[in-house]
């Protein structure tokens, strides 16, 4: 079955066909990246345009290296949420107008549970596994029992972590996305100087919370009493070393609940999605452990991309069936 995937949630514009849910024919993304550096953050305004702009000659490249037409597919699959209204909507309108034109029926699935179904294209995960969601906007543990279905164990109270790394990196003046440029500065830092501690949930030991250590990070740099434009009160050299104990407390939360809740729910292996499991220091960190296989999105399944759209689309069409076109854009889509 030949499926096209769509992806236009953030600021990444992306199409990919792929068949039977694994074999990739195609993954065409243009990252907006460039486009949103010079704000610091993704302008939600700028993404939307930028979608207009690049998704017709994103698709028609996705068909031309897969060397399909349109009338060769069996499903159109979009990622239909969680993610920005006026981003989803463009990339939701794409994959109506498609099915509709070329009769093809139509998918929408999720695009967090979409980072989750990454790492299965690429090998046999043993099952049930423990599902790890770290992205720029969410974090979060699920059960996967099966390809389709899961369970929601812990979430993030407040900041999700990639959006934790992007707002440090931005407190210590690097660019954007944030989280690369935390990880390369923290290479050469003491991750042990500052003993930053993670927040915790009363009730709530799988749940997550950025905020606090973000707040810590930023008294740290600029002082108790600073405001919005205030300077940095530490050296170059300390940052690196703010870098690494950021990224030491991040990460220890994030390993630590992950290897508690495989071992409560019985689960066999670690699957890992979302744009920080790019991160050389966390995949080093889980590779210390060796209760759970864990099995990590390969480099062009990390970042937001339309295989692993296409791919998850074609285990929902086989669960469930096509979706109507009253399918709805849903930026707060739970997991
Ligand atoms: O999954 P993704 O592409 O977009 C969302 O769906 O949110 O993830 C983007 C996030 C950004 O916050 C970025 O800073 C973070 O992933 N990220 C990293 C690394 N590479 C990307 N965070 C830490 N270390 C990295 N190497
Ligand atoms: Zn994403």
């Known amino acids: ?3 096209l995937g769509i992806e236009t ?3 990444e514009t992306a199409c990919a066909v792929v068949r039977d849910g694994r074999e990739i024919l195609s993954n065409v993304i243009a990252s907006q990246i460039d486009l949103h550096a010079p704000y610091g953050g993704v302008v939600p305004e700028l993404a939307c345009r930028s979608h207009i702009d690049l998704l017709p000659s994103v698709l028609k490249e996705s068909l031309a290296q897969a060397d399909l037409s349109i009338q060769d597919l069996d ?3 979009v990622a239909h949420g969680p993610g920005l209204i006026g981003a989803l909507l463009i990339g939701l309108n794409m994959a109506k107008g498609l099915s509709l034109g070329a009769n093809k029926p139509l998918i929408g699935v999720n695009h967090i549970e ?3 179904y ?5 090998t046999e995960i043993p099952l049930p596994t423990l599902g790890l969601v770290i992205s720029g906007g969410h974090t979060a543990l699920v059960v996967i029992e099966k390809i389709g279905c899961h369970r929601l164990i812990g979430q993030t109270q407040d900041d999700a972590i990639g959006e934790a790394f ?3 990196a931005k407190l210590l003046g690097l660019p954007y996305p944030g989280g690369p440029e935390i990880e390369k500065l923290a290479l050469e830092g003491d991750p042990l100087r500052y003993p930053f501690k993670m927040g915790k949930l009363k009730n709530r030991p799988y749940d997550f919370s950025f905020s606090g250590l973000k707040t810590a990070v930023l008294y740290l740099v600029k002082g108790q009493n600073c405001s919005k434009g205030s300077p940095l009160i530490i050296s170059e050299a300390d940052k690196k070393d703010v870098a690494a104990s950021f990224q030491r407390a991040a990460f220890s939360d994030i ?8 071992k409560e729910h019985q689960c066999k292996s670690i699957v890992i999605g979302g744009g920080v499991s790019n991160n050389r220091n966390l995949r080093e960190r889980f590779a210390e452990q060796d209760s759970f296989p864990v099995f990590w999105p390969e480099k062009g399944l990390s970042l937001d991309n339309g295989a692993m759209i296409a ?3 074609y285990h929902h069409y086989l669960l469930r069936g096509s979706d109507s076109l009253d399918l709805q854009a849903l930026p707060r889509i739970p997991l």
Do not use: N
């Open 1 to 3: 079955m030949l499926v």
């Open 9 to 11: 949630t953030c600021d």
């Open 75 to 77: 499903l159109i699959s």
């Open 114 to 116: 979409a980072h989750l």
């Open 118 to 122: 990454a790492p299965f294209m690429q």
């Open 166 to 168: 992007d707002k440090v």
């Open 255 to 262: 390993v630590s609940k992950s290897l508690l809740v495989a």
């Open 311 to 313: 791919g998850l689309g």
